[in-house]
């Protein structure tokens, strides 16, 4: 499952490194295909929906369509902020997988985590946060992720009329009036999920698997799926409304509101800062302000809700170097901070946590950044178009090596372009690398048997001002031309 998951998520991040727009968001061809219109389906019947509308805006609601893609985009650049601002949370600091038996990990995290959004941050910030406990619990009523190692994965999950998801007439139930009994209300309506569309799994298996599947036979029984999937993600959604706008915090909480600047990243300027109170679960991400302008890039965050006592705000924008402040929260007060952020060296360093010393998330690996057998990969850049761009790093350990790496892009039916790797050589500082249209992402890998903060100084992927890359050419040509190789010294 992890597998067809892997092959997934490589075509997701091949797609979405096609351009650098706000809410670059995909429907997949081959995860379960009507994510929006199940949660459509569940707002549609959403009790009380007029006053969740006033609390949350109306623009962040309907946005939940989207924000229910949030975990097939892992790791992605989605505009204003990373699908990772919002799934890699301290309970779950890695990315889990989406089907039985797995995926159970995700269930309590997220709801509990989407709840404290609800009840501290902006609308904003708490709508994207129930992305991925919305994506989980309806994944999980897809048959082939409530069937354990369920083959043909992508007929059953596809092959089902997504206009046909509409579920008026139910009523959505609460799942608990406390967040414990809410986190066992939604186990039990999950574990029956599960049931339900594992049932439907081996209903349609013999039919997907004859030798000429019809799939209107096979329709109907996918349908059931995604209708109990919307039942389920109408109660998950109505109980986190109940609880988490509902909720009375106590009199002593406390409020923090500040202010951020950061120099300018032409290259990724839509990206938002985020926020981390320091070992703790509070997090949230600052929104960029409209008094952003060519000079500084400006953001505003709040929370409420907070217990009172002492915090260490630490505030990270790719880009500028982590800026640390302590705050005193007094009981029934908002503190105000500003923070001013400074220029990552080099300037415009588009790797997230270039250097791996940012460690919010309590995790062994560096935030943002994988590590298996000895390879340490960055979560992906996202290029411009026919950009240059400078890729280095400075080495601690003499023996690492260091790769970028520019996967092909993926588009639907044709063979994916070849990827550009290249090795930055062991006697150069750095190199230059250009976007076309088949290569629109970098990944830094780094191969060290020493952790990453001893392997490597810091690594940089920055784009070369007014370097464009080599003009776009027609398809047919811009095919031959990206077999080239596209290193400039
Ligand atoms: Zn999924």
């Known amino acids: 499952m992890q597998k067809s998951f892997g092959k997934k998520c490589f075509w997701l991040v091949s797609l979405l490194a096609a351009g650098n727009f706000w809410m670059m968001w995909l429907s997949p061809a081959v995860a379960w295909g009507p994510h929006p219109e199940i949660t459509q389906a569940a707002l549609d019947v959403l009790p009380e929906m007029e006053k969740w509308k006033q609390v949350l805006g109306d623009h962040n609601i309907r946005q ?12 992605r650049d989605l505009g204003p902020f990373y699908a990772d601002d919002y799934l890699l949370i301290r309970k779950v600091p890695y990315h889990i997988g989406h089907t039985m038996p797995t995926v159970q990990l995700a269930f309590e995290p997220y709801f509990r985590r989407a709840l404290q959004a609800l009840r501290t941050e902006t609308p904003t910030n708490a709508c994207r946060q129930l992305g991925p406990i919305i994506h989980f ?28 998801i509409k579920i008026e007439g139910y009523r959505p139930q609460l799942l608990g009036k406390t967040d414990d009994e ?45 209708l109990e999937a919307a039942r389920v993600t109408a109660d998950m959604l109505y109980t986190a409304f109940k609880l988490g706008l509902e909720w009375q915090a106590p009199a002593e909480a406390a409020g923090l509101k500040g202010a951020v ?14 926020v981390v109170l320091a070992e703790t679960d509070y997090a949230t991400l600052v929104e960029s302000s409209k008094e952003s302008d060519q000079h500084q890039w400006r953001g505003n965050f709040s929370f409420r809700n907070l217990p009172a006592g002492e915090y260490t705000v630490v505030v990270y924008r790719v880009g ?49 950044w994988t590590h298996q057998g000895k390879t340490y990969t960055s979560a992906p850049i996202t290029l411009k178009r026919r950009m240059t761009y400078v890729c280095g790093a400075v080495r601690k350990d003499p023996q ?15 063979p994916t372009p070849p990827p550009i790797r290249k090795e930055l050589p062991a006697d150069s500082g750095q190199m230059e690398l250009a976007s076309d249209p088949d290569h629109m992402t970098i990944i830094v890998q780094v191969q060290s048997t020493k952790p990453l903060t001893e392997a490597i100084e810091k690594v940089w992927v920055c784009a070369v001002p007014g370097k464009a890359a080599p003009e776009e050419t027609k398809p047919e040509k811009t095919k031959k031309s990206a077999k080239q190789p596209v290193l400039q010294k």
């Open 320 to 368: 500028a170097q982590p800026a640390t402040t302590k705050v005193k929260l007094e009981p029934g007060k908002t503190a105000q901070v500003e923070i001013q952020l400074q220029s990552a060296e080099p300037a415009g360093n588009l790797v997230y946590n270039p250097d791996g010393q940012l460690r919010l998330l309590g995790n062994q690996t560096p935030d943002r």
């Open 261 to 274: 600047t950061a120099p300018t990243l032409p290259a990724n300027e839509d990206q938002e800062a985020q």
């Open 64 to 75: 939940l369509t989207q924000y229910c893609w949030m975990p097939d985009n892992r790791g």
């Open 182 to 226: 809410a986190c066992q209300g939604l186990k039990r309506r999950i574990d029956g999920l599960v049931v339900f569309s594992a049932e439907r799994a081996e209903r349609a298996l013999p039919l997907v698997s004859a030798p000429n599947p019809d799939r209107s036979k096979v329709e109907p029984i996918i349908l059931e799926s995604a």
């Open 137 to 164: 619990v309806e994944d999980v009523g897809a048959p082939p992720h409530a069937k354990v190692n369920c083959p043909h994965h992508g007929e059953l999950e596809n092959w089902v009329n997504a206009k046909a």
């Open 400 to 414: 690492a090596k260091i790769f970028f790496h520019m996967p092909g892009v993926q588009r639907g039916g044709q």
